[in-house]
């Protein structure tokens, strides 16, 4: 069974960046990437934040939370 | 011929969650990951600073600069 990572985003530079470099890059043998448009998908904010997303991009992987960068902050994104 | 990532680091609990959970988990069919402990290797401080690297643990992929989380700043390490 693939482990679940979720990437939190809002489509900005700075997050494309994050997708193409990261997100995309995780080995697909054993990640299967979940991407999250928080702009878009309003009613994930919720669990974003649960998780400990603070800012976006960020990849949640095994319940571990890791901001890439900085595109947005949560708040900006309710 | 696969793309070099160097992950820059300082053995901190912080950037051992990142390598463990980004660094290694990239495609090694794409990328060849080059790990560089700032603490041990001074002389890698430079390139890292030119790179564009201001903390660890960093990603440094196609001369772009991928912040993971915050671990230390780079002047704390020289």
Redesign the interface.
Known sequence: MKIE?KFYHAGCPVCQ??EK??AD???????EVKYIHLGEEKNALDAAEKAGVKSVPA?V??G??????FGADLSALK
């Not at 890059?25 to 990640?31: E, G, M, S, T, V």
């Open positions: 990572a960046d994050a470099n990261i890059a995780l080995d697909p043998k054993i990640f990849l992987i095994g571990k939370v890791f901001h890439i960068n």
